[in-house]
């Protein structure tokens, strides 16, 4: 057989292979091997695009509630401020205070994260304006003694508008430590749907500048940026241009919490993919029994002059197009249930009759379908599945065709 029509050939007969099958019980090896890679890349597709919805979301309320990037010891109308605020991919620069300390209503206490802002936050703190349920963070700076905290936290405090919440801060001196107390009255609640809706409070910066800022908490300058992500190079940036600035990133806080959520990400993918494996190394079987069944057309090909290199390439293709078509049903499948996934648990607590996500901050399950993601499941699933079907088809290249007439 001419070399240059080998690969032809061989894909026209491992195509009719595919097709047509003598052999009732290969036949329908090679579908449950078909079925179950797909059901395998289906799930990991939904997992991943679900775990990468679950990191958006905490993204988006956690990184839109708290500092991008915090200077400490600046001020909105100092000097410096000036160019930093001109620095390519920063949205905006804004006074802040953070301090630890207790809120305490009717006899109930929390611990709590306490945000001090002026007029310079406003229209920064997106996500805050967004999530508020009554009041509004300019109505807030207008109230005598305004304060704003979440929901959650005013429900299990007991507050209601215009109720009256004490903050605790703490205030070292020169005999230790002493508690400083404030009193404020709720001016508005909000909901991000994060941790920060039970410790979180906002109250204007004026309001604790008679206590002295600098020793209850942090005072600066918060940069905003228009991508949180590059937060870690922005303040390395700064602290290497100011060596006399404490810089500090939202990543020194809660990088540990995404950190756990890329790996448990990388976990799930782990786990689902030997489900992928599983059902690539069962198409080993269906290509050993189709090896099996064509023992006798291999040696007939043999003593026509086919090589090696294409019986092992008309059972490679075979498997290869079983494999194709597993995956890509997978993936179209996966992304499909993927972009409905709300609609279809929704439907399924319909029919338990509770709600699965009760008890979090999420209202339906959050999906991101990223190519990248796509394309790394298809790429291993097929390296998988090729490897797979590499074994039967070497084993056909190396059989004896005396043997296989004979047989």
């Given at each position: 057989?001419?070399?240059?029509?080998?690969?032809?050939?061989?894909?026209?007969?491992?195509?009719?292979?595919?097709?047509?099958?003598?052999?009732?019980?290969?036949?329908?090896?090679?579908?449950?091997?078909?079925?179950?890679?797909?059901?395998?890349?289906?799930?990991?597709?939904?997992?991943?695009?679900?775990?990468?919805?679950?990191?958006?979301?905490?993204?988006?309320?956690?990184?839109?509630?708290?500092?991008?990037?915090?200077?400490?010891?600046?001020?909105?109308?100092?000097?410096e401020v000036e160019a930093l605020a001109a620095r390519p991919r920063v949205q905006s620069v804004y006074n802040f205070f953070v301090g630890a300390g207790m809120a305490t209503a009717g006899g109930a206490v929390n611990p709590v994260s306490v945000y001090g802002v002026d007029r310079s936050a406003l229209g920064a703190l997106t996500t805050i304006e967004s999530g508020m349920r009554f009041g509004t963070l300019e109505g807030m700076l207008d109230a005598p003694r305004g304060l704003l905290m979440g929901a959650p936290l005013a429900t299990h405090l007991g507050l209601l508008p215009g109720d009256s919440v004490t903050l605790v801060l703490s205030q070292p001196g020169e005999a230790g430590v002493t508690p400083r107390l404030l009193r404020f009255q709720l001016a508005g609640v909000f909901e991000v749907?994060?941790?920060?809706?039970?410790?979180?409070?906002?109250?204007?910066?004026?309001?604790?500048?008679?206590?002295?800022?600098?020793?209850?908490?942090?005072?600066?300058v918060r940069v905003t940026l228009d991508d949180p992500l590059i937060a870690a190079g922005v303040a390395a940036s700064l602290a290497r241009e100011h060596p006399g600035w404490q810089v500090s990133s939202w990543a020194d806080q809660y990088g540990d919490l995404f950190q756990a959520v890329r790996l448990e990400k990388l976990m799930m993918f782990l786990i689902l993919l030997m489900v992928v494996a599983v059902a690539a190394f069962n198409i080993v079987s269906g290509q050993s029994m189709a090896v099996n069944d064509k023992r006798a057309d291999i040696a007939i090909l043999r003593t026509m002059g086919a090589r090696d290199g294409t019986i092992l390439r008309i059972f490679l293709l075979q498997g290869v197009v079983i494999s194709a078509v597993g995956i890509g049903v997978g993936l179209a499948a996966g992304v499909v249930v993927a972009r409905h996934i709300g609609a279809l648990i929704a439907s399924v607590e319909g029919w338990l009759g509770f709600r699965l996500l009760e008890g979090t901050y999420f209202v339906e399950v959050p999906s991101v379908v990223q190519t990248g993601d796509l394309v790394v499941i298809g790429a291993v699933s097929g390296v998988l599945c090729l490897l797979s079907a590499w074994l039967p088809a070497r084993r056909a290249a190396a059989l004896n065709p005396i043997a296989g007439l004979h047989g």
């Open positions: 057989m001419p070399p240059g029509r080998s690969g032809s050939v061989a894909w026209w007969i491992a195509w009719r292979y595919v097709r047509t099958r003598r052999r009732e019980f290969a036949a329908f090896i090679t579908r449950v091997s078909m079925a179950g890679l797909t059901l395998g890349v289906l799930v990991l597709t939904v997992v991943v695009s679900v775990m990468n919805g679950f990191d958006a979301e905490l993204r988006q309320r956690i990184l839109g509630t708290v500092p991008h990037v915090m200077v400490e010891g600046l001020r909105v109308d100092d000097s749907g994060a941790e920060l809706d039970y410790t979180l409070v906002v109250v204007p910066m004026a309001e604790l500048a008679e206590l002295g800022l600098d020793s209850l908490g942090q005072v600066g």
